[in-house]
């Protein structure tokens, strides 16, 4: 009997990585989800790799597929380019029910900027704010 499948998103980034590599010395499997899926994976064949694909629904659900549990670490410090705040709860909310959808049990959602609903950041109470900004 195959071992369940945890999902780190960003598996190979800084908060990424201390939470694979603890899962993989306690045996267990691990998948990473990536918006960089050729870059060198520093677990090398004991991490598979799937790439990041907000806007592709299908593609989110296979790279779900058989997780048992997903560690989010996505997050946006900073609006750049395309991608605001609001976009990237858009994001969060295409991944969390993908996550559903493929039949994830567990959603561990981590931050290192010790969010608060009453931030006057956008991204935080997960709605834009009329005085963010």
Do not use: C
Not at 31 to 59: C, I
Not at 68 to 88: D, G, H, I, K, M
């Amino acid at each position: 009997m195959a071992l369940p499948m945890n999902v780190v998103t960003g598996g190979f980034g800084y908060t990424g990585s201390y939470i694979t590599h603890p899962l993989l010395m306690m045996g267990e499997r691990v998948r990473t989800l990536t918006g960089r899926p050729h870059q060198s994976n520093p677990f090398r064949h004991r991490v598979e790799v799937a790439s990041f694909v907000f806007d592709n629904r299908g593609e989110l659900i296979r790279a779900l597929a058989g997780a048992s549990t997903l560690y989010n670490t996505y997050w946006v410090r900073f609006e750049y380019a395309s991608v605001t705040f609001e976009q990237a709860v858009q994001n969060m909310l295409a991944l969390f029910r993908a996550a559903k959808d493929a039949g994830v049990r567990r959603v561990v959602h981590l931050s290192i900027t010790n969010p608060s609903l009453d931030s006057p950041l956008p991204y935080f109470p997960g709605r834009p704010s009329s005085n963010a900004r």
